[in-house]
């Protein structure tokens, strides 16, 4: 009885910890064999005997029988006399096994055990987890927001296991209450302190993605391959799709019938802009369509430097631009190349570098300019000064006398 009583209070172990029979048995007879090394300096000599089905755990001593007075070690040898008193046919030479009664043990090596036993039980379901989500990272995770902070949002996933979704791994327009579903790419998996911290990402290109597979069979079947995807979270996004069957149009496959299928993975990212492009080869075409929605008249390239000069209609370099430089920044990123965007009235004459007007204008208001994609003065003479005033912190006046500086320069 008293076997089965010390089972039962390891019971919550194995009553509400998601671990094999065969494993727990492993645990536990691991456990108790630390606690003969512990108590009798060795564990080679004992047998530990675990049945979960019947709450039966044994302990079994074996000692050599030896002569009375030539006993060296007690712990793996006994005398013949008081074997003999246990069974009178032993004989010297032979094996005693004696099982060791829980009331051997004292309070604290029932603490020990039941403290050995939760850690190690712990650090098995944590490795656990760490290994699961370690073959995850790159797949989406369907959650539920649990807990909710300036910094980061903790959610659950089916089983129960806390997941990390940062502030800095959420799209711009992304709200939360506790008990809300959320859909995210497993990021990175790391054991902190023993701990797995398993961090989701719904800003990382790999989400989308993700859900363009989920959203097309032509993409999941291998038909058609994504060959890259740039990401402005919230804002904008160029995903690049090759088909090898002639017979497959990529982009009406992931478009899909009046944009069926790339809605619901707009509506999920918070109404970001998708843009699909044919993958190709040749850097000028793939430049072309990688400025989209802008139309370009012509690109003239350099290989050596990776820098491209784009050509088009005055109307349409807003356009290639695109709200806070997002369409070219992204443009520039699909490509590998650095792209300058020139209206067609430019082709006549040189451009200028805007640190070359440094002795005219103030270096804050270049770096301004700068900061929305205006590296040039045909860059800034492209727009008119009421998009110059919306994209950027200065005032219209200052504008204006920028404007008449760089105007007055080609004037010359």
């Known amino acids: 009885m008293e076997n089965l009583n010390l089972i039962d209070t390891f019971s919550e172990f194995k009553e509400f910890k998601n671990i094999e029979r065969e494993t727990l048995m492993r645990i536990l007879e691991d456990v108790f ?9 060795s564990d080679e000599n004992f047998s530990v005997i675990v049945n979960i089905d019947k709450g039966d755990l044994e302990i079994w001593r074996n000692r050599l029988i030896v002569e009375d007075g030539a006993v060296e070690d007690e712990n793996t040898q006994v005398a013949y006399s008081v074997a003999i008193k246990i069974e009178p046919d032993f004989e010297i030479g032979e094996e005693l096994s004696e099982e060791i009664r829980f009331s051997d043990f004292g309070r604290r090596d029932i603490l020990a055990i039941r403290q050995n036993l939760a850690a190690k039980i712990q650090d098995y379901e944590r490795a656990n987890i760490f290994t699961k989500y370690k073959d995850k990272v790159g797949e989406i995770v369907v959650c539920e927001v649990y807990q909710i902070w300036k910094r980061e949002i903790m959610v659950l996933d089916e089983e129960a296991i806390e997941l990390n979704l940062p502030k800095t791994e959420q799209i711009p327009g992304d709200f939360y209450r506790k008990g809300d579903t959320i859909k995210a790419v497993v990021l990175k998996v790391e054991m902190r302190n023993g701990v797995p911290q398993i961090t989701l990402s719904r800003t990382s290109p790999v989400f989308l993605e993700r859900l363009l597979e989920q959203e097309v069979p032509e993409i999941y079947d291998g038909l058609i391959t994504i060959k890259d995807v740039v990401r402005e979270p919230g804002e904008r996004a160029k995903v690049s799709v090759e088909s090898y069957d002639d017979r497959i149009d990529p982009v009406g496959a992931c478009v899909g019938m009046k944009g069926s299928r790339i809605h619901g993975i707009v509506r999920e990212l918070r109404n970001e802009n998708i843009d699909v492009i044919n993958y190709t080869s040749n850097s000028e075409l793939y430049i072309t369509r990688a400025l989209s929605p802008a139309k370009v008249s012509s690109v003239s390239l350099d290989v050596e430097s990776h820098r491209a000069e784009v050509f088009m209609p005055t109307d349409q370099v807003s356009l290639a631009i695109g709200k806070g430089g997002a369409n070219i920044k992204l443009a520039s990123k699909l490509t590998r190349y650095e792209i300058d965007v020139y209206s067609d009235t430019d082709l006549n004459y040189e451009d200028v570098d805007l640190t070359e007007f440094s002795d ?11 900061a929305i994609g205006c590296d040039t003065a045909k860059d800034v003479l492209a727009l008119s000064a009421k998009e110059l005033v919306e994209r950027t912190d200065l005032e219209e006046e200052t504008i204006e006398d920028v404007l008449k500086t760089l105007k007055s320069e080609f004037e010359e």
């Open 33 to 41: 064999k630390q606690l003969m090394v512990k108590k009798y300096g």
């Open 360 to 370: 005219e204008i103030e270096e804050w208001i270049i770096d301004e300019l700068k």
